[in-house]
């Protein structure tokens, strides 16, 4: 039987991309990387998120609803670390890269994200790191890490009792008095 994850990744980059927009200037396009034979964007600044990895933060919990009689399933979790790049193309990719590491950090960040299952943790200083286009010639690039922190659940199903009647049955090869 196929699982599915409360938190995917689709769900953590959908998170971020969307309070990077909401802090940078409009017409800063936003979007995921590693996507091959796909041009640049046509503006001067963009910003590409790469998801990293996952990291485990703890063992796993297991837990079920305890006030439902009718329960069917265990929800088994454990806190990740989830490693986002930000690449910040163009001119701006600076000062882009310093709002976005100034309130990564902040609680702004964490309203922001506030129900999308995504807490942000902190952020690496932007790099300056050039790139080569498509046309061989170097553009501004600032390179910076994002790290947040998701609590992926996979439900199981199970079986439970929610009342149990004991019957006393005789012991093999004895006697009742």
């Known amino acids: 039987m196929p699982l599915e994850i409360s938190i995917t990744e689709d769900d953590v980059m959908a998170a971020l991309r ?14 995921q990387g590693q996507g091959n034979r796909v041009p640049e964007p046509r503006g001067v600044d963009f910003i590409v998120m790469t998801p990293m990895n996952r990291l485990r933060l703890s063992t796993n ?29 163009g001119p701006a990719g600076s ?49 910076m890490t994002i790290a947040l922190q998701i609590v992926p659940i996979v439900s199981t199903p199970q079986q439970f009792a929610a009342t149990l009647t004991p019957v006393i049955a005789p012991a093999l090869g004895g006697l009742i008095a």
């Open 95 to 143: 000062d882009h890269a310093s709002i976005v590491a100034t309130l990564i950090r902040d609680e702004y960040a964490v309203e922001a994200m506030d129900g999308t299952g995504v807490t942000p943790l902190y952020a690496t200083d932007g790099n300056q790191v050039p790139f080569i286009n498509g046309e061989h010639q170097y553009e501004n690039r600032w390179v």
């Open 18 to 31: 969307a309070f990077i927009i909401d802090i940078v200037p409009s017409g800063v396009e936003v979007f």
């Open 61 to 89: 919990t297991v837990d079920w609803a305890r006030d439902d009689d009718d329960a069917t399933q265990l929800d088994h979790s454990h806190d990740t670390q989830f490693m986002v790049q930000l690449d910040l193309h």
